[in-house]
């Protein structure tokens, strides 16, 4: 299986914006559903957003809608998700995953269906 890294995590002030990108090695993305979540050390993983293989079908957590937007380079093996209006509760890693399982153009939002998971990148935002 290949490897997602995740990189653009930081800190922050709240209203601000930052780009996660997340570049898989080792096999290329195009066949797979991929997706964005989060996690503090408060709350379970938390969906955040995810697109299907083509790009086509995409969906939001309901704490994010109107404020991320995800995006994927099947070419370039990479995935993005574009963070605007950052507040506080948006802290924690940020993880991308990848379900290879699909069977069609198609996305999923539960964590546990995703077979292979980057390390995550910390974002922070401050009040």
């Known amino acids: 299986q290949g490897h997602l890294v995740e990189s653009g995590g930081g800190l922050v002030q709240a209203g601000g914006s930052l780009r996660l990108s997340c570049v898989a090695s080792?096999?290329?993305?195009?066949?797979?559903?991929m997706g964005w979540f989060r996690q503090t050390p408060e709350k379970a993983r938390e969906f955040v957003a995810a697109?299907?293989?083509?790009?086509?079908?995409?969906d939001y957590g309901d704490s994010v809608k109107g404020r991320f937007t995800i995006s994927r380079d099947n070419a370039k093996r990479t995935i993005y998700l574009q963070m605007s209006r950052l507040k506080p509760e948006d802290t924690g890693i940020y993880f991308c995953?990848?379900?290879?399982?699909?069977?069609?153009?198609?996305?999923?939002?539960?964590?546990?269906?995703?077979?292979?998971w980057g390390l995550g990148t910390q974002v922070t935002v401050s009040s």
């Open positions: 080792g096999r290329a993305i195009d066949s797979y559903g």
């Open positions: 697109a299907s293989r083509s790009g086509k079908i995409i």
């Open positions: 995953a990848a379900n290879t399982r699909l069977v069609q153009d198609d996305i999923e939002v539960v964590s546990g269906y995703y077979d292979f």
